[in-house]
């Protein structure tokens, strides 16, 4: 195994302009959008085990809203998060403030092809301080000629069914589901929200209509952390499961990071606009890969209770 770092800089995609330039009180200015593009270094097709894209230094951690990575054939394409099945690019990872490295478990990895190049795009939000943004993106490889087992994916999930509706001082829940068609191992979740954004949970409903909560975590803007399960812990569910994200968000004066507390708050891209979905690594399990490991975990569990 080893890292590759692709670094990245502004000015390729702003046509010479290296700097995020803003005046006058911080966020003023409008939120910018962009695409930045290279080569990625590997001369045969190799499979990913762990990856990471960031803002390089402090100064770029204010302005960098997010950014997004894709492997494309040669120059800007309309790759979506999230989303392979047009054809346009294949996505790879994701950063928000605050966000580690996806690390998936041994035996699942992401084809990277030899010949792609890497696209970036970025969200870039105003800090009031002239900046230079720099964005990098960093790749684990198993070693040459390793084919994991498992394909892993990462997607935006459980998006709220309805539009949001945020009212000036209030806290509001939204709910969001997603039906997961073939059996699964959930390897990490990432609650994604913004600024208002107060707490949001990981519900399965499972086919028999039982359900439970898998996670829950409090949610800080400035932190965008993504929990990576440990092997033991990741839940593993059936075919026909529902992925219930719940979400609430506080646009009161409670919310220290709330800029207008007084202001209606809807959907949308802004940093001021707000999101409710989490973002869910997983891979497929046939039926009886998970009829195994579900057996295997309860032997486990009675050996524990019997030890205990």
């Known amino acids: 195994e080893r890292i590759e770092w692709v670094s990245l800089w502004c000015e390729q995609?702003?046509?010479?302009?290296?700097?995020v330039v803003t005046t006058g009180e911080p966020g003023v200015g409008p939120d910018l959008y962009g695409n930045l593009f290279a080569d990625i270094p590997i001369d045969s097709d190799r499979y990913i085990k762990a990856i990471q894209t960031r803002p390089v230094t402090a100064a770029a951690l204010k302005v960098v809203h997010h950014s997004?990575?894709?492997?494309?054939?040669?120059?800007?394409?309309?790759?979506?998060?999230?989303?392979?099945?047009?054809g346009a690019?294949?996505?790879?990872?994701?950063?928000?403030?605050?966000?580690?490295?996806?690390?998936?478990?041994?035996g699942a990895g992401v084809l990277l092809e030899a010949g792609k190049r890497v696209q970036?795009?970025?969200?870039?939000?105003?800090?009031?301080?002239?900046?230079?943004?720099?964005?990098?993106l960093g790749i684990v490889?198993?070693?040459?000629?390793?084919?994991?087992?498992h394909v892993r994916w990462t997607k935006q999930l459980g998006q709220t069914s309805e539009p949001l509706d945020i009212a000036p001082g209030a806290v509001v829940r939204t709910d969001g589901y997603t039906r997961l068609n073939m059996a699964a191992r959930i390897t990490a979740?990432?609650?994604h929200m913004h600024i208002r954004g107060k707490r949001q949970c990981l519900e399965l409903i499972y086919p028999n209509g039982r359900s439970e909560v898998a996670s829950c975590a409090?949610?800080?803007?400035?932190?965008?952390?993504?929990?990576?399960?440990?092997?033991?812990?990741?839940?593993?569910v059936p075919a026909g499961t529902i992925l219930h994200v719940i979400s609430w968000h506080d646009n009161s004066t409670a919310n220290r990071f709330n800029p207008d507390p007084k202001n209606w708050v809807g959907g949308g891209t802004r940093t001021i606009d707000e999101m409710a979905f989490s973002w869910i690594g997983w891979y497929d399990m046939t039926d009886q890969e998970y009829k195994e490991e579900l057996a295997a975990r309860l032997k486990q569990r009675q050996a524990t209770t019997a030890q205990q």
Request: proline share 5%; no cysteine.
């Open 13 to 19: 995609a702003l046509l010479g302009k290296s700097k």
């Open 189 to 191: 979740f990432q609650p």
């Open 120 to 136: 970036i795009d970025f969200h870039l939000h105003a800090s009031g301080e002239e900046t230079i943004a720099q964005v990098e």
């Open 218 to 236: 409090n949610f800080n803007y400035n932190w965008h952390l993504i929990y990576n399960y440990a092997d033991d812990a990741a839940p593993i």
């Open 89 to 106: 690019g294949q996505f790879l990872v994701e950063y928000a403030a605050g966000k580690g490295g996806e690390i998936y478990p041994d």
């Open 141 to 149: 490889l198993y070693p040459k000629g390793f084919v994991p087992k």
């Open 68 to 86: 997004a990575a894709f492997a494309v054939d040669g120059g800007r394409t309309d790759a979506s998060f999230g989303d392979d099945s047009k």
